[in-house]
């Protein structure tokens, strides 16, 4: 009874609340506001407190309105300051420490460690990190891992125990001490063998982050999560991403999408981010997403697939084996674009890509503009920034190609009206005779009809290897014939693909 008219502690939620709004700290009129120097002393003291760095407190700052941003940091300062005080003084860390290390912590006292946990100021947070408060919760979850058969209670005390874990790491001094911890990793990781979705998704999001913030971690993760689940099941944990990723659960989903990207982007080497890739699976779960048009514009899903798909179009320029000379063999370079592309999504576009190339003709002048053109179209899609919206994209694309060759135009344009400013100039000249102005005319006649066939041969920017607005990557060589296509035993070219509802064979 003598607790019952006690403040609670201040929840997280509220605790975030009072930055846009502070309420006042006590029923009444506020003690009068500091002067300036003061206060703002203090007010910067707080925010160190509540780990706020520069951006999110100039953030805050310009949501109050400018008139009460005085009153309004008093005003916080003086929450803060009672809820800190009281949270403090009546639950320090040494009030649960003995609790943790006996085992004796109950579902009821770790919730409440949990709501302390994320409204303490740093200090406190510290305190129990230096006093082993840490370690001594990731032994009370190591201790549930060992039962071999966790009661409901259990299970319930585990769920809680991680969200302590989480509600430190909202502190930079509870971040730093979970990477530190050895068997944090471990004990986290493995947690994900004995928890429902929704907490799956707290401890997906929580590897993700720590992942990502140390390489040694990302490893040990990457490590544990290859492991079996058990002896008696084959199946690792790094698979099961895949699943989640393809479950109906929203969030889950959108965790384990973060989960596989945090994975595989702390990874600097590209060719061992592709080889996890394919141990993920990665590329089909993103297909099967998006092909189910399930998947909301800009909601958490659709962001970690952009992510995916922008991250792998950037390297795949990387990958690309730099064409720089036509004495490269064509065998050589077809080989490469064909390993490059085999067990991809991309793998039947480009067998149908090399099947229409094989229609185009090669003699004469047209042979010549048709590759040309397909080049600079190739140039132009590499060059325009990637968007998973095929419209949108295709239109760009066509935007870009098409801009380059009006520019192209008015260049032939420009040089078309100098010629004929030129012949007017001859003609005006009065003091050249008839017979000189004639012989003038056909020089220049001669000299225009050279430049503008060296104009059109070259129109298209295709003498330097870099099209106006093209990335500066040149396409490969065309590819081998294929079977049959153009040798001297008759055989015509391959039949173009069949078109979409047709029966019958596909890309070779």
Sequence with gaps: KADKNAKAPLPAAKKADIHKNPAPAAAGKL???????????????????????????????????????QQMKWTMVL???????????????????????????????????????????????SEFVEKNGLGLLFDMISHIHKKSSPSEADVALLGELLRCCKALMNARAGLEAVISVDKSAQVLTRSLDMCDEKLKVVL???????????????GNVLGFLKEKKSKSNNETRLAQLGVFALTNNEELRAAALGMMNALVNTINDLSERAHLRAELGFGAVVSKLRSSGSVKQGSPVDIQLQIYEDTVAFEDLDLLPAFTTDRIDPDEIYSKLSSHVKNTPAQAGFNNLIQHLSLMRVEGRAGQMGFELADRFVSTLVSTPYSHHTVEWARSVCTDFLAGLEGDKKIVGEKLRQAERS?????????????AKVEALQRKCREQAAQIEGLE????????GKPPGSSGLSAPPPPPALPGAGDDSGGGPPPPPPMPGDEGGGAP
């Design 31 to 69: 003690p009068p506001v500091p002067e300036e120097p003061v206060l703002n002393k203090q007010f910067d003291d707080l925010m160190v407190e509540l780990g706020m760095n520069e951006d999110k407190k100039k953030a805050m700052i310009a949501a109050w309105d400018p008139a009460e941003v």
């Design 79 to 125: 929450q803060y300051k009672g809820s800190a005080k009281e949270i403090s003084s009546s639950n320090p860390p040494d009030h649960y420490l003995p609790m943790i290390k006996n085992g004796k912590l109950s579902n009821k006292k770790c919730e409440e460690l949990r709501v302390v946990l994320a409204s303490v100021p740093i200090s406190w947070i």
């Design 204 to 218: 997906l999001e929580t590897l993700a982050a720590l992942s990502l913030l140390s390489v040694p971690y990302h």
């Design 423 to 435: 012949i007017d100039d001859i003609l005006a000249d009065k003091s050249l005779s008839e017979s």
């Design 457 to 464: 041969q070259n129109s298209f920017g295709f003498a330097s």
